[in-house]
């Protein structure tokens, strides 16, 4: 058994919980003494066989509860079923089985719960004890097994190994041993007619004598037509032979024709070339005198390249002493560039320091307010560092009463969330309750349907056990009538003797037992044909039963279906009935939620902590803008410590600029 998913409702500890153990292939379910983890396994000892540790059946069902309801998905036998057990308290309770099938689940579900109790059991072939001593071991009770009797051990074990199995088996072989028994003596009938055929062997070995003499001949003639089939066989080889020589040749034959044609062609060939050499040698002196000038024409072009190479000599050395010229231009050019750009610069230095030395004043006033500003600066940081810790407890206690603020917003939106659902639910209500009605209606109507399907089927039954007894008598009818025919017939032979003293019988004595034995004849065979009437009568009636039963359970098909439908409706108006309780729990809460949060009425303790350390802070009179504008005053003096540091520089450049100044004039 492989658990698929687990439904919960009011079991124990759990009010409504679904357990998927789809995907899973080993699961470890953990937690503390008193988490309910036995529950979950006891929730299926309960659905499966109704058994569980509670002491009364209604302890299983959740404080305060009404009812309980478990939903078992399993799989056993490569087959999926569901079991849903219920039970409300100080009353009865529920029990369905169900069987996954392409559209859906089916319901399997007997008259009662007894009955589908023993349909689970079927499908499922294992009993709750055999369960409790092998796959699960309850809590504390790890050793229930080994206190058993030795008798019940064995029976628990031969649950498990399904040595049941071996008894069907046992008894499967020994219906075979008396199939076979009755097949040995139907055997043991059938040699005696070989028997009989054996005493005829006389007339068999004749024939068999003849029919060896005609095998003889045969066989002589089958000898003759091989010797002719082998010598066929060899002239059929030399044929073979000659026509592969045949073949042979005639590929020669072929491969001959092809170099011929071949050969033509090159034959051809040649001599379109001899003609075209023919040709060439009648202008010989044509060809010479060609070759002649081609001669003098290549020593005119020696002669003009030995020119071209010595006029590109000279003209390179001329370029090369040009670049050489044009270089020591340039860097001469470039040398009065730099020193001009240098005396230019060193101007532009001299102007730039005096600028700068024209700001001294400027600078030392911004140096004294820059002074200032660092004073007001260090103050508002040693202030500082005494506001930070207060203002990050601050930080954190508004997180916190934010966070407090947010789960009851949260909290306000699931109770309107669910304050809808419950008045949808609740407004359903009375359609509803006009459907279970409806439905019940329905299943009333099958389940009267349902009973005089039952009063057919006992009446076909009926019927069926009054053939059996009229086909019982019939048989016996016919064993008498068979004795009476056999006495009549030994009556009728001469001598005839009595058939129940064996002693010779006088003509009176005979005549007498001859009547009284037709008589009995008669009586029986006129007994035999009204059993036979009565047979033909109940075979109508059973006929007629057969078909109305067809019909009615034509009529009772959407029975389960019905059922199932009642249960989910029966659900659903429980879960209706419910919402008008919750409907008020959550107003009630509601309320309380939305004035909490208009009147902030929340987290008491944190607040009253928040507006101390917001006196502290007041006192301590700290503003971050302040700081902020403080910061922005020692950057907008920062300038005239760069502004000294640049007039201590100028001043040493001036003195530097007045020694460079006449080298570069020079």
Known sequence: MIPVKLTLKNFLSYRDSILDFRGLHTACICGSNGAGKSSLLEAITWAVWGESRAAAEDDVIHTGSKDVRVDFVFQANGQVYRVIRTRNRGGTGGLELQVETPSGFKALTGKGIRATQDLILEHVKLDYDTFINSAYLRQGRADEFMLKRPAERKQILAELLKLNQYDRLEERAKELSRQLKARGEEIERSLDGIKGQLQQRETITQQRTDLENELNQLQQAQQFENIKLQSLQVVQHQRQNWEEQLGFVRQQFTNLTQDCDRLEKEKLNISSQLVNLQQLLGKTAEIQAGYQQYQN????????????????????????????????????????????????????????????????????????????????????????????????????????????????????????????????????????????????????????????????????????????????????????????????????????????????????????????????????????????????????????????????????????????????????????????????????????????????????????????????????????????????????WRWAEIKQAQIKDAAKNQARLQQRKPELEA
Not at 359 to 365: N, P, R
Not at 398 to 421: G, H, P
Request: with cysteine; net charge negative; hydrophobic share 35%.
């Open 297 to 636: 024409l290549q020593t005119q072009e020696e002669a003009y390249s030995a020119k071209f190479q010595a006029f590109n000599h000279a003209q390179q050395q001329r370029q090369q002493q040009q670049q050489q010229l044009n270089k020591q231009i340039q860097a001469l050019e470039r040398q009065l560039q730099q020193v001009q750009a240098q005396l230019e610069a060193l101007l532009q230095q001299e102007r730039d320091i005096q600028q700068t030395l024209g700001k001294s004043g400027e600078v030392e006033v911004a140096l004294k307010q820059l002074a200032a500003a660092r004073q007001r600066l260090q103050y508002l940081d040693d202030l500082q560092m005494q506001v930070s810790p207060a203002l990050l407890q601050r930080q954190q206690l508004q997180t916190q009463i934010d966070r407090v603020q947010a789960n009851l917003v949260a909290r306000l939106e699931q109770i309107v969330t669910n304050e809808n659902q419950l008045q949808r639910t609740s407004k359903r209500q009375p359609q509803i309750q006009q459907a279970v009605l409806a439905v019940a209606m329905q299943i009333e109507e099958l389940e009267k349907t349902k009973v005089y399907l039952q009063r057919v089927q006992e009446k076909g039954q009926e019927r069926r056990h009054f053939i059996e007894r009229l086909q019982a008598q019939q048989r016996e009818y016919e064993r008498l009538l068979g004795e009476l025919e056999q006495k009549l017939q030994m009556l009728q032979t001469p001598n005839a003797v009595c058939p129940l003293c064996e002693r010779p019988l006088e003509e009176h004595d005979w005549n007498r037992v001859v009547n009284k034995t037709e008589s009995e004849y008669k009586d029986t065979e006129g007994q035999l044909w009204v059993f036979r009437e009565q047979m033909a009568v109940s075979d109508r009636e059973i006929q007629v039963l057969r078909q109305e039963y067809r019909d009615i359970s034509q009529k009772l098909s959407p029975y389960d279906t019905l059922r199932e439908q009642r249960g989910q409706l029966a659900a659903q108006l429980e879960s209706s009935s419910d919402a008008g309780v919750e409907l008020h729990n959550i107003a009630t809460e509601k309320e309380k939620l939305e004035r909490a949060l208009h009147l902030g009425d929340y987290a008491p303790d944190k607040q009253a902590e928040l507006r101390q350390l917001d006196e502290y802070l007041q006192n301590l009179n700290y503003n971050e803008k302040d700081h902020a504008l403080a910061r922005n005053e020692v950057e907008r």
